[in-house]
């Protein structure tokens, strides 16, 4: 019985990721520009790089997988960030609304005869976000490290454009993936008595303050990881050049 446009939030939603999801499936499987030498530049689409395709100096962590062109270089990390993305609470509603119209919006009627939650296959497997969440924590220092690497070109010490870009990324996918509910439950969702644990109460608190703003946070890191890759593969292709500020 809705009258107002209840449909654009979907929509613009739906757009909206599936824009990120075509743009991201695409550079995965490029297999290239993804890596500048010169600056030690690492997009986090392909972070760690773990196939033997892998340009020199990019792989870290060294390559244990084929080049076969159906596997991604960053095949061990992209599952599990994939994993914590799709379970994620905020993005559950988002492309459950927008994808399944389940329901579209609020008051409109679910587009399915049949509602059974997250009880059934596939959506039980939906309870594993907490898990994904370590795995999301152990990515978050990967693609750390790579912001931090990126401060030591060929020249020694070095710092331009690129490295605002990838250390804003960074910042941005922590303050996201601490502000998961999961997390905040893990620090201090068990807690009978916060006066006995006044560390662990702290960091619920600033958990709890980042939680408010979570569906906010899964869509800038969106934008910044979009903007990383893409800035990346600019200068790995030399569209232009990194603006350097040191080095």
Known sequence: MRTDRWWFPPLITFVGLAAWVTYATVRVFMHKWYYVDEFHYLTPFYSPCITDRCVEGSAEFGTPLPSFWLIPEAAFTLPFLLLFRLTCYYYRKAYYRAFWLSPPACAVPDAHQKYSGETRFPLIFQ??????FYAAGIISLINTWDAIRAFHSGNGFGFGLGNIVLVGNVVMLWLYTLSCHSCRHIAGGRLKHFSAHPVRYRFWTFVSKLNTRHMLLAWITLGTLALTDFYVMAVAAD????????G
Do not use: K, T
Not at 239 to 246: A, E, G, I, K, T
């Open 239 to 246: 569209w232009f050049p990194d603006l350097r500020f040191v």
């Open 127 to 132: 309870n594993i976000h907490r898990y994904a």
